[in-house]
């Protein structure tokens, strides 16, 4: 069964997105990033400015934010499924979903009431701001799942945590807890459970009172800024889609997907 994700207007101005699917822990499935895209460009583009929208809040419902992609029900798939499934999931929608928060005019902010992992974690990363509850962890486990993570997604964690952070949280792939978090810069505030959707919603009205044209000229401004900062050359660029694309059609991907769900250690290959 799909996810979903639920829309609400909490205060004046302000869209919350929540994204729900409680029996896979949250995880970002193809109706779910379809419809944060979807929700997105129409809140946080003109038609929806024009309605009075100001603020977007991301969240996940029942404690969660979300566990990432949804691979584990891959892993029963012959390779060849496995391996078009898997890529369809994280290059299109998800791209499409983290291209719409990052292009959008409306100040958004994430609020995590739950472990933020993987594709969920981007996906956070993606908004302006993010607050996560006390207790959660955060992680970005490709390296025991066998994924080689897309440039674009490393060079979103590089301009926020910088490279040697960066490089812990991917190359190690363990947990860490929000207020190492907020000392690495990666979220922005750290609230008890209790608090967090009251607070992120105070901080939504914030944003929501701001001057439109200072913000929206503003966040144009450093999206140009980051975009220039980041620019590879077409040869490069073709050289890390391939890269990527072979983690794909790997036997350690498969048997890191495989070990997750069947919550052993995995068995490396190196192929």
Not at 68 to 77: A, C, E, F, K, W
Not at 158 to 185: C, K, Q, Y
């Amino acid at each position: 069964m799909p996810g979903e994700l639920l829309q609400d207007h909490p205060a004046d101005g302000v869209v919350r997105l929540t994204i729900s699917n409680p029996t896979r822990h949250g995880a970002l499935d193809h109706a779910i990033l379809d419809a944060i895209a979807a929700a997105v460009e129409d809140h946080g583009g003109e038609v929806g400015i024009a309605r009075g929208v100001r603020a977007i809040v991301l969240t996940g419902a029942g404690g969660r934010f979300s566990s990432g992609y949804d691979l584990g029900g891959l892993g029963d798939l012959p390779r060849d499924e496995f391996v078009r499934r898997a890529e369809a999931l994280i290059a299109h929608p998800f791209t499409a979903a983290i291209q719409a928060l990052e292009a959008t005019d409306v100040p958004t902010v994430a609020a995590l009431p739950g472990h933020t992992m993987g594709g969920g974690l981007e996906l956070a990363l993606a908004c302006d701001l993010r607050v996560a509850a006390d207790h959660i962890e955060l992680a970005m486990p490709p390296a025991k799942l066998g994924l080689v993570y897309p440039h674009t997604g490393l060079r979103r964690f590089v301009d926020v945590i910088g490279v040697a952070r960066t490089r812990e949280l991917f190359l190690l792939g363990h947990s860490i807890d929000p207020g190492t978090a907020l000392a690495w810069g990666l979220i922005n505030g750290v609230s008890d459970a209790d608090d967090l959707q009251d607070e992120v919603l105070a901080l939504a009205i914030d944003l929501a009172g701001g001057a439109p044209l200072s913000i929206r000229g503003n966040k144009r401004m450093l999206r140009a800024l980051l975009a220039a900062e980041g620019d590879v050359t077409p040869e490069l660029e073709a050289e890390l889609v391939a890269l990527r694309e072979e983690s794909f059609r790997s036997e350690d991907l498969l048997e890191g997907v495989t070990a997750f769900r069947e919550k052993r250690p995995p068995v490396w290959r190196g192929r």
